[in-house]
C-alpha cells in the first residue's frame, strides 16, 4: 500500500504540502523521537523500555539509540533517539496499535522528562 497521493495535484494528502511523487513513485514516512529520562539513575529503564520497540514487524526499520551527546553548541540534550521508517500510515498505525508499543508507554511514560516526536515524509529507499 502506498501513501495517499493526488498525482494529478502532486499534494500529500497527510501534510496537505507540495509532493515530489509522481503516480510510479512511493514515499515512506520517517518517525523520529528524542526522549530525556527525569532522572539520570532511571536512563537505564527508559532504554530497555524504548527497546521493546526494536521487537515490532511493523516497521521497514527501527532502532534505538543512545545520544553520544558530542554536539557542543546544544544546551539540553535528549538522551534517546528513536528511529523507524513505514511503508505508510497504516503500517505506523499497526505500530502504535502493537501491545507492544503501549507497554513500552507504561514504562517510559512516568520515567521520561521531554518527548519531542516528528515525522516525515521521503522518498522510499
Given at each position: ?120 515524509l521521503t522518498d522510499?529507499?
Open positions: 500500500m502506498t501513501l495517499p497521493i493526488d498525482p494529478a495535484r502532486a499534494r500529500c494528502h497527510i501534510c496537505r504540502r507540495e509532493a515530489n511523487y509522481g503516480p510510479k513513485e512511493r514515499a515512506m514516512i520517517r518517525h523520529i523521537v528524542f526522549f530525556t529520562a527525569r532522572d539520570p539513575k532511571d536512563r537505564e529503564t527508559v532504554y530497555e523500555g524504548l527497546r521493546l520497540l526494536e521487537q515490532t514487524q511493523y516497521a521497514r526499520h527501527f532502532e534505538i539509540g543512545r545520544n553520544i551527546k558530542t554536539d557542543q553548541l546544544q544546551g539540553d540534550m535528549p538522551d534517546f533517539v528513536v528511529y523507524g521508517e513505514f511503508e505508510d500510515e497504516a503500517q505506523m498505525a499497526a505500530f502504535k496499535a502493537d501491545p507492544l508499543y503501549q507497554r513500552s508507554i507504561e514504562i517510559v511514560r512516568p520515567l521520561r522528562d521531554m518527548r519531542l516526536a516528528a515525522d516525515f522510499a529507499a
